[in-house]
C-alpha cells in the first residue's frame, strides 16, 4: 500500500469520529438540557354557560267552536284585531272538503301566477323553483311552510299535466261547487292583534310579571311543573306583547359574569339553532350551586313563537391577550404565575396575569405598554433546566 493512500484513510477516519463525536455530543447535551422556545402570539379567549329555561311572553288562548280547528294564518305571522286566525269543522266529512278546498286555491293561484310567464327550462322554471323552496324550507327546519310548499309542489305537477286555461276553468268551478256545499264549518277571529302560534302548552298562565318574584332554581322548575289542562276546540294563541323572556338557570361561577342591565348573546341550541342579543334583566341569588336568570328580547317573536323549554349557550366576555403554553407557566413561591422569555441570550424572569384559558394554551396579559418583554412575538421557553432570571444560555 502506498503511503498517500494511507494518509487519506487516516484522516478519513479521523473526520468521521469527529463528526460523530460533535453529532453524539451535541444529543447528550439536548437530552440532559432540552430547551425549546415558542413565538407569543395574539389570541381571544371566549366562554361561555350552558342555560337550561324557558320562554315566558304575554299569551293570550283563543277559544274556537266545537270540531277540530285548523290555523288559518301561518305559525309566527302577525295578526290585527278582528282577523280570521283559525276554521273549526264539525266532522270529518267538513275536514275533507276544507282541505281540497285549500289545495284547489293553491292550484288556481299557481295557474294564474304562471299563466301568462314565458315557457321556461332549467333552473329557472316554476317546477325547479318550487322544489327549491321546499327543499330550503325542510333544511331550516321551516316546518310551518311545509303544507303550503307541498301543495306548491303539487300544483306545478297539475299544471304541467295538461292546458292551464282550461285547467283553470275547471278548477274555479270546482271550488264554486265545493263552497256552495260546504257545512259544519265556523270562523275564529282574533280577539286583539298579536302574534299567532297553534302551539298552545297549558304555561299560558305564566306572565312575565311572574318573573319580577325572586327565583330559584327550584321555584323554576315548579313554575312549569305542571301544565293546566286545555279544553277542546282551542284555536291556538296571540303573543300580544312585544318582549319576551327567557327565564334560565345557569351555573353560580357563570353567573357571576353576567350584570343587570347589561346585554349578552344567547344562542338556543337544540331542533331550533338561532341567537338572540338579550338584555339581562335579574340575576337572582343562587341556589344549590345554580342561578336563575332572567333575559330579555325586543325582536324575533315570529322565531319563538312556538318555543317553550330551550337550553341555550350564554357567551360571557371575551379577552383578549397572548397565548403561552401551558407547560411554560410556572408558580412561584408568593402564588404568582410568570415565564422565561428568551432575549438576548438570557432567559428573563416576567410575571403572567392569566385572563382565560382552553385546552392547552392560557391567555395572558400583553406586558408591552409596561415596558415588559412578554408581548407579541417575543420568545417564551417552553423547556430548558435550571432556568433563573439571567441564566445565560447558548443554543
Given at each position: 500500500?502506498r503511503?498517500?493512500?494511507?494518509?487519506?484513510?487516516?484522516?478519513?477516519?479521523?473526520?468521521?469520529i469527529?463528526?460523530?463525536?460533535?453529532?453524539?455530543?451535541?444529543?447528550?447535551?439536548?437530552?440532559?438540557?432540552?430547551?425549546?422556545t415558542?413565538?407569543?402570539?395574539?389570541?381571544?379567549?371566549?366562554?361561555?354557560?350552558?342555560?337550561?329555561?324557558?320562554?315566558?311572553r304575554?299569551?293570550?288562548?283563543?277559544?274556537?267552536?266545537?270540531?277540530e280547528?285548523?290555523?288559518?294564518v301561518?305559525?309566527?305571522?302577525?295578526?290585527?284585531?278582528?282577523a280570521?286566525?283559525?276554521?273549526?269543522y264539525?266532522?270529518?266529512?267538513a275536514?275533507?272538503?276544507?282541505?281540497?278546498?285549500?289545495?284547489l286555491r293553491?292550484?288556481?293561484?299557481?295557474?294564474?301566477?304562471?299563466?301568462?310567464?314565458?315557457?321556461?327550462?332549467?333552473?329557472?322554471?316554476?317546477?325547479?323553483?318550487?322544489?327549491?323552496?321546499l327543499?330550503?324550507?325542510?333544511?331550516?327546519?321551516?316546518?310551518?311552510?311545509?303544507?303550503?310548499?307541498?301543495?306548491?309542489?303539487?300544483s306545478?305537477?297539475?299544471t304541467?299535466?295538461?292546458?292551464p286555461?282550461?285547467?283553470?276553468v275547471e278548477l274555479?268551478d270546482?271550488?264554486?261547487?265545493?263552497?256552495?256545499?260546504?257545512?259544519?264549518?265556523s270562523?275564529?277571529?282574533?280577539?286583539?292583534?298579536?302574534?299567532f302560534?297553534?302551539?298552545?302548552d297549558?304555561?299560558?298562565?305564566?306572565?312575565?310579571?311572574?318573573l319580577?318574584?325572586v327565583?330559584?332554581?327550584g321555584?323554576l322548575?315548579?313554575?312549569?311543573?305542571?301544565?293546566?289542562?286545555?279544553s277542546?276546540?282551542?284555536?291556538?294563541?296571540?303573543?300580544?306583547?312585544?318582549?319576551?323572556?327567557?327565564?334560565?338557570?345557569?351555573?353560580?361561577?357563570?353567573?357571576?359574569?353576567?350584570?343587570a342591565?347589561?346585554?349578552?348573546?344567547?344562542?338556543?341550541?337544540?331542533?331550533?339553532?338561532?341567537t338572540?342579543r338579550?338584555?339581562v334583566?335579574?340575576?337572582?341569588?343562587?341556589?344549590?350551586g345554580?342561578?336563575?336568570?332572567?333575559?330579555?328580547c325586543?325582536?324575533?317573536?315570529?322565531?319563538?313563537?312556538?318555543?317553550?323549554?330551550?337550553e341555550?349557550?350564554?357567551?360571557?366576555?371575551?379577552?383578549?391577550?397572548?397565548?403561552?403554553?401551558?407547560?411554560?407557566?410556572?408558580?412561584?413561591?408568593?402564588?404568582?404565575?410568570?415565564?422565561?422569555?428568551?432575549?438576548?441570550?438570557?432567559?428573563?424572569?416576567?410575571?403572567?396575569?392569566?385572563?382565560?384559558?382552553?385546552?392547552?394554551v392560557?391567555i395572558v396579559?400583553?406586558?408591552?405598554?409596561e415596558?415588559?418583554?412578554?408581548r407579541?412575538?417575543?420568545?417564551?421557553?417552553?423547556?430548558g433546566?435550571?432556568?433563573?432570571?439571567?441564566?445565560?444560555i447558548r443554543?
Amino acid at each position: 500500500m502506498r503511503r498517500g493512500d494511507l494518509f487519506i484513510k487516516l484522516v478519513s477516519a479521523a473526520l468521521f469520529i469527529a463528526v460523530v463525536s460533535h453529532i453524539g455530543l451535541y444529543a447528550y447535551s439536548a437530552l440532559k438540557n432540552p430547551f425549546r422556545t415558542v413565538s407569543a402570539e395574539s389570541g381571544e379567549y371566549s366562554s361561555s354557560a350552558r342555560a337550561q329555561g324557558y320562554v315566558v311572553r304575554s299569551e293570550r288562548v283563543v277559544q274556537g267552536g266545537a270540531g277540530e280547528m285548523t290555523p288559518a294564518v301561518s305559525e309566527g305571522e302577525k295578526v290585527a284585531a278582528g282577523a280570521l286566525i283559525a276554521n273549526g269543522y264539525s266532522g270529518a266529512q267538513a275536514l275533507a272538503q276544507a282541505d281540497e278546498a285549500r289545495a284547489l286555491r293553491l292550484r288556481i293561484a299557481q295557474l294564474e301566477e304562471n299563466r301568462n310567464l314565458p315557457a321556461a327550462s332549467g333552473a329557472s322554471s316554476p317546477a325547479f323553483d318550487a322544489a327549491f323552496a321546499l327543499s330550503l324550507a325542510v333544511q331550516r327546519r321551516g316546518f310551518g311552510e311545509l303544507e303550503q310548499l307541498c301543495l306548491r309542489v303539487g300544483s306545478v305537477v297539475f299544471t304541467l299535466a295538461g292546458d292551464p286555461e282550461t285547467s283553470l276553468v275547471e278548477l274555479r268551478d270546482r271550488l264554486a261547487a265545493l263552497e256552495a256545499s260546504q257545512t259544519g264549518v265556523s270562523r275564529v277571529y282574533a280577539p286583539v292583534s298579536g302574534v299567532f302560534s297553534s302551539a298552545v302548552d297549558g304555561f299560558e298562565r305564566v306572565a312575565p310579571d311572574a318573573l319580577e318574584l325572586v327565583l330559584t332554581p327550584g321555584a323554576l322548575s315548579d313554575m312549569f311543573a305542571y301544565a293546566a289542562p286545555q279544553s277542546d276546540g282551542v284555536a291556538g294563541k296571540l303573543i300580544t306583547g312585544i318582549t319576551w323572556y327567557y327565564a334560565a338557570t345557569i351555573e353560580e361561577s357563570a353567573a357571576a359574569d353576567l350584570e343587570a342591565g347589561r346585554e349578552a348573546d344567547v344562542g338556543f341550541t337544540g331542533a331550533r339553532r338561532m341567537t338572540f342579543r338579550m338584555r339581562v334583566d335579574a340575576v337572582y341569588p343562587p341556589e344549590g350551586g345554580g342561578c336563575v336568570v332572567v333575559f330579555s328580547c325586543r325582536s324575533g317573536m315570529d322565531k319563538i313563537a312556538s318555543l317553550r323549554y330551550s337550553e341555550a349557550d350564554v357567551a360571557l366576555d371575551s379577552v383578549t391577550g397572548l397565548r403561552v403554553p401551558k407547560q411554560a407557566l410556572h408558580l412561584g413561591d408568593d402564588g404568582r404565575t410568570y415565564v422565561y422569555v428568551y432575549s438576548g441570550g438570557r432567559a428573563h424572569l416576567e410575571y403572567a396575569e392569566i385572563l382565560g384559558e382552553s385546552d392547552d394554551v392560557y391567555i395572558v396579559r400583553d406586558n408591552a405598554r409596561e415596558g415588559g418583554s412578554l408581548r407579541r412575538g417575543a420568545e417564551i421557553i417552553v423547556k430548558g433546566n435550571g432556568l433563573y432570571d439571567g441564566k445565560v444560555i447558548r443554543r
